[in-house]
Structure formats: structure tokens, C-alpha cells
């Protein structure tokens, strides 16, 4: 398996726009979670979906961000509109969820610099 | 609110020396501690992780040390080698919760 897959790797975009991060789960994993790192603010869960519902989107930081998970084998999450301070790498990861807590797999991230 | 205490932020270690960071927590329902261990540029990935029901936890160089009690847990890095040059987080979940300490970037001079 070649892990969980986000793209962009990197994404340039001038405030006000709209940015739609992608990412593919590890094939069979069950749950899916977007974190966001920040120098500020560190490793932070935005959302978490389970069987592709969502379960908490307690971290979200505001309507302008929303995600979607339309199957098992892909999640968006989408910014609109963008702001600089959303700038941050932005990482999928996925685990499978059999009742007891197990290993999260991340992504390589994506890089958003919001100008 | 953080959660999750992790220190120190930096660390530097000669070469074969022992590195050593530590975590504290808050929350007494979190039931799993794994430490991430993230290279430049890539996603954190899994080092290592304990439960609550043991003191200590080794695999290979890598040893976590747990005090349920005093609600704190630690990271030791035998025989430090250049390689293990990264951002080592630590965290605490339960269920899907989890949260991360701020990070410890390691440094080992050769």
C-alpha cells in the first residue's frame, strides 16, 4: 500500500480564494482524521470521520472551513473563503477503528500559504 | 487548553548519549500514549506507544517510561544516533481524541 495520499503537496493561494486539500486513506481503514501543525499551535485535530460520517468536527475553526468524505476512499477539506492565517501544513491520516485505539498513519501533508 | 505538556522544546545529544523527553497530561481517561517521531517534510509516524496498564515499554533503542500516578510519561532514546535527528511528539487519546504535545525537536551531533 503506498500510505495515506494528499495532494497538493504545496499550495500557493492569494486570501479570498477558495482551497480544496485531497486526501486518500490506506485501503481498509475505516476512520480518517485532518490535523493542522502550526508553529503556534502545534498538531491540532480538525475533524474526525468514522465509516465516512462525520463524528467530531469540534476542531474546525470556523464555517469557512467544511470537509467531506463521499466514500471510503477519499476526503476534502475545503477553505473558503482563505485567509492568511490559515497557513499551515495540513495533514490526513486514517487508522482502522476496531474498538480499541490504534495506529494513525499520516500523510505527507500539504503545505498552504495563504498571501 | 492544552492537554498535553511535553518538554523539553529542544534537545541537542552528542552521539551515543541518551536522550530524554518527557510528557505530562491532564486528562486521567486518556487510555493510549504513542510518541510520533516526524522527519522534515513528512508526516509524523509512529514510534512507539504504551497503555496505562504498564510502567515501561522498550522496543529496540527506544524505551517509554509511565507514571500513572503522577500522570506523566517519558521517552528514552539509548545510543542516540545522528539518524534519529526529527520532531518527536507525544500524545494522548481516547477513542479518536487525541492530543499532541507541542514537540521536541532532537538534534544528534556526530
Known amino acids: 500500500d503506498a500510505g495515506v495520499i494528499q495532494s497538493p503537496r504545496h499550495e500557493v493561494t492569494e486570501m479570498g480564494q477558495e482551497v480544496t486539500l485531497r486526501c486518500k486513506p490506506i485501503?481498509?481503514?475505516?476512520?480518517l482524521f485532518w490535523y493542522r501543525q502550526t508553529m503556534m499551535r502545534g498538531l491540532e485535530l480538525l475533524i474526525y470521520f468514522n465509516n465516512n460520517v462525520p463524528i467530531d468536527d469540534s476542531g474546525m475553526p470556523e464555517d469557512r472551513f467544511s470537509a467531506k468524505m463521499p466514500n471510503a476512499s477519499f476526503s476534502t477539506l475545503k477553505i473558503q473563503p482563505s485567509e492568511p492565517r490559515d497557513s499551515a501544513v495540513y495533514f490526513c491520516?486514517?487508522?482502522?477503528?476496531?474498538?480499541?485505539?490504534?495506529?494513525?498513519?499520516f500523510g505527507q501533508g500539504t503545505r498552504l500559504t495563504v498571501v | 487548553q492544552q492537554q498535553v505538556k511535553q518538554s523539553p522544546q529542544s534537545l541537542i545529544v552528542q552521539k551515543g548519549g541518551i536522550s530524554i523527553i518527557n510528557c505530562a497530561y491532564e486528562?486521567?481517561?486518556?487510555?493510549?500514549f504513542p510518541w510520533y517521531q516526524q522527519f522534515p517534510g513528512k508526516g509524523p509516524a509512529l514510534l512507539i506507544a504504551i497503555r496505562p496498564d504498564v510502567s515501561e515499554k522498550k522496543e529496540g533503542r527506544f524505551t517509554i517510561s509511565f507514571n500513572k500516578s503522577a500522570k506523566q510519561f517519558s521517552l528514552h532514546i539509548m545510543d542516540s544516533q545522528p539518524g534519529d535527528s526529527a520532531t518527536y511528539f507525544c500524545a494522548a487519546s481516547m477513542g479518536h481524541d487525541m492530543r499532541f504535545g507541542a514537540g521536541t525537536r532532537l538534534t544528534v551531533k556526530p
Open positions: 485501503s481498509g481503514h475505516n476512520s
Open positions: 486528562n486521567t481517561a486518556f487510555d493510549y
Open positions: 491520516a486514517s487508522s482502522l477503528n476496531d474498538g480499541m485505539n490504534t495506529e494513525a498513519f
